[in-house]
T-cell receptor
Framework: DAGVTQSPTHLIKTRGQQVTLRCSPK?????VSWYQQALGQGPQFIFQ???????QRGNFPDRFSGHQFPNYSSELNVNALLLGDSALYLC?????????????FGPGTRLLVL | AQSVAQPEDQVNVAEGNPLTVKCTYS??????LFWYVQYPNRGLQFLLK??????LVKGSYGFEAEFNKSQTSFHLKKPSALVSDSALYFC?????????????FGGGTRVLVKP
């Protein structure tokens, strides 16, 4: 049973470009969350998708957008990249309908903006 | 708004000695609390959670944590540390009243276990 997978593992972009990161949730999970982890800091919640809708959003600008597909996989898009967007982007999946759930995290995508 | 504080950036401990990593939280109502560990160039691995019930929670790899409501703390403990426990540890809180299951993390505590 594959866990949460993310692609690519590493990415280098320049300021002003756009980037798309991808996430496949753990088998049986239907909820995907995205987090940004800057160097030396804890992860910060970006948003969460459930049933192809954005269910919850953190304090990130509209340059950060996402999508969830019918197979529950998800994309994170960042437009007009800034140097400060350099970070490890973590995807987490969970089973979102009921009960207490903890999130399984993927290995992350490390984004460097030059 | 919910928040988590991990007051120590780094904890140093000798192998075989007890390990404690501190965490305090702020959330309205009764919190859901979590500990995750992160090894270099890896994602986060779940260690344990507190939802309700016994204040002492046992988790993976011999770790446990004690929920203290009056002190709003959820300290992580291990009776005898191993060199392989050296990693970055994150405490997180979730507001059970919120629609989603957003986690708010502390800034992390680096644990260094010396042989």
């Amino acid at each position: 049973d594959a866990g949460v997978t993310q692609s690519p593992t590493h990415l280098i972009k320049t300021r002003g470009q756009q980037v798309t990161l991808r996430c496949s949730p753990k088998s049986g999970h239907d909820t995907v969350s995205w987090y940004q982890q800057a160097l030396g800091q804890g992860p910060q919640f970006i948003f969460q998708y459930y049933e192809e809708e954005e269910r919850q959003r953190g304090n990130f600008p509209d340059r950060f957008s996402g999508h969830q597909f019918p197979n529950y996989s998800s994309e994170l898009n960042v437009n007009a990249l800034l140097l400060g967007d350099s970070a490890l982007y973590l995807c987490a999946s969970s089973f979102g309908r009921q009960g207490v759930i903890y999130q399984y995290f993927g290995p992350g995508t490390r984004l460097l903006v030059l | 708004a919910q928040s988590v504080a991990q007051p120590e950036d780094q904890v140093n401990v000798a192998e075989g000695n007890p390990l404690t990593v501190k965490c305090t939280y702020s959330v309205s109502g009764n919190p859901y609390l979590f500990w995750y560990v992160q090894y270099p160039n890896r994602g986060l691995q779940f260690l344990l959670k507190y939802i309700t019930g016994d204040n002492l929670v046992k988790g993976s790899y011999g770790f446990e944590a004690e929920f203290n409501k009056s002190q709003t703390s959820f300290h992580l403990k291990k009776p005898s540390a191993l060199v392989s426990d050296s990693a970055l540890y994150f405490c997180a809180v979730r507001d059970p009243k919120a629609a989603g299951n957003k986690l708010t993390f502390g800034g992390g505590t680096r644990v260094l276990v010396k042989p």
